[in-house]
């Protein structure tokens, strides 16, 4: 493999990823070094914009310049294109709570439970319907295949509209039979697999949460999910590997 694509802050992933997939160099977007690539030989963490990358982007499938739009937009306007797959999300249930987030956020930070579905400023946050969260999960796709699934245990303290992540004192555990998971109950994966975000990009990670009814509803879809488990690594380039040879 030549380059692996990431997002310019993103690092400690990368550098995983890079050495497991034999990747000969990272390249920054944006950054300085901004080489020619290739989406069928490279390794995309990153969806530059064609019309605003400097070198030719070859071998691009013809849902790219969607993909570089949704890699570009706030968590809100993603959220809209999510509903629009045909995913459920937060929105497609009715609830008595709302929460309300920064237009861009990282980690669970910054935000705050309210009553009021116009307690909120549309110019610098968003707001969504609080879901009964039963159990929450991070599901990591690898060139259209969900091949991870990712358990998040809430901390002590953690409550049911909560963020469940290493902030709150949250940890992952791998699901190694996803079949035999309460999510697979749901209707998750059949619906996913018609969304190009999921299908037709390199690598992503979606938090989905699960109600005791089996309900699912998808928060977000992250293209820089922190991956420190080793086997998992090792997962995802065995993969790769599989794929493109």
Not at 44 to 53: E, H, I, N, T, W
Request: proline share 9%; glycine share 4%.
């Amino acid at each position: 493999m030549r380059y692996l694509v990431k997002p310019s802050k993103f690092r400690k992933t990368p550098l995983l990823l890079k050495h497991v997939l034999g990747a000969r160099k990272l390249v920054s977007y944006p950054g300085r070094f901004q080489p020619a690539l290739d989406y069928a030989r490279d390794f995309f963490l990153a969806l530059p914009p064609r019309d605003q990358y400097p070198n030719l982007i070859a071998n691009v499938p013809p849902v790219y310049d969607f993909l570089s739009t949704f890699y570009t937009s706030s968590k809100s306007v993603q959220r809209t294109y999510i509903s629009s797959s045909g995913l459920k999300t937060p929105e497609s249930y009715a609830s008595s709570a709302y929460i309300v987030r920064p237009m861009r956020h990282f980690g669970g930070h910054n935000y705050r439970i309210t009553e009021d579905p116009e307690d909120y400023n549309p110019t610098t946050e968003y707001i969504s319907p609080a879901f009964p969260k039963w159990r929450e999960y991070r599901v990591v796709f690898v060139l259209g295949t969900p091949l991870i699934l990712l358990r998040k245990k809430p901390g002590p303290d953690s409550g049911p509209f909560d963020p469940w992540n290493h902030t709150t004192g949250s940890s992952f555990q791998t699901v190694n039979n996803r079949e035999e998971s309460p999510l697979s109950s749901s209707s998750f994966f059949s619906d996913a697999a018609s969304f190009c975000v999921l299908r037709d990009t390199h690598l992503v990670a979606v938090d989905v949460l699960l109600s005791e009814q089996r309900d699912y509803a998808v928060t977000e879809v992250n293209f820089s999910p922190a991956l420190s488990i080793p086997n998992n690594i090792e997962v995802i380039a065995h993969h790769v590997s599989l794929s493109r040879s």
